[in-house]
């Protein structure tokens, strides 16, 4: 994994440096929509830190932070009322998952049924 770019994409949009079409914001996490969207709702949540993927996330971060992130994705799905009709959620880890920003983040994908074949993410709703 690379180390932690203070200058990748999802910094500056917590920095306030570039925009975002926002969501949902509190003291732990920020949610807007996903620029290339792969779903009716494609919605990032991303937390407030220096944390460049999960791992890094779980194993640094204190745990009212992680508490607070995990909380903020589950009332971001609430908001867009995708309790309901149920939602899914993504994170990658490391290249080869198919990562792209090193900042930790939760895609929400709603709005539409998912392919069960969770290998076929995020292509088969590129597709769709
Ligand atoms: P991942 O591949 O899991 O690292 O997802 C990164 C996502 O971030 C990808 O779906 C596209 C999105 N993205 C990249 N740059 C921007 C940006 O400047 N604004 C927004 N809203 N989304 C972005």
């Known amino acids: ?45 991303v ?6 993927s999960n791992a890094d996330f779980a194993a640094s971060a204190p745990a009212e932070q992680v508490a607070g992130f995990w909380r903020a994705v589950g009332r971001v799905a609430h908001e867009l009322g995708l309790d309901s009709p ?10 080869m998952s198919g990562q792209s920003v090193f900042h930790f983040h939760v895609h ?4 539409k049924a998912m392919p069960h074949d969770m290998t076929r993410l995020p292509e088969a709703h590129a597709k769709a």
Do not use: Q, T, W
């Open 1 to 45: 994994m690379p180390s932690y770019d203070r200058n990748n994409v999802f910094a500056r949009i917590l920095r306030g440096e570039l925009p975002c079409r926002k969501v949902y914001e509190d003291e732990f996490a920020l949610a807007f929509h996903d620029i290339r969207p792969l779903a009716p709702v494609h919605v990032l949540v």
């Open 47 to 52: 937390p407030k830190g220096d944390y460049v």
């Open 86 to 95: 149920g939602y899914r959620l993504v994170a990658n880890h490391g290249p």
């Open 108 to 111: 929400i994908f709603g709005g």
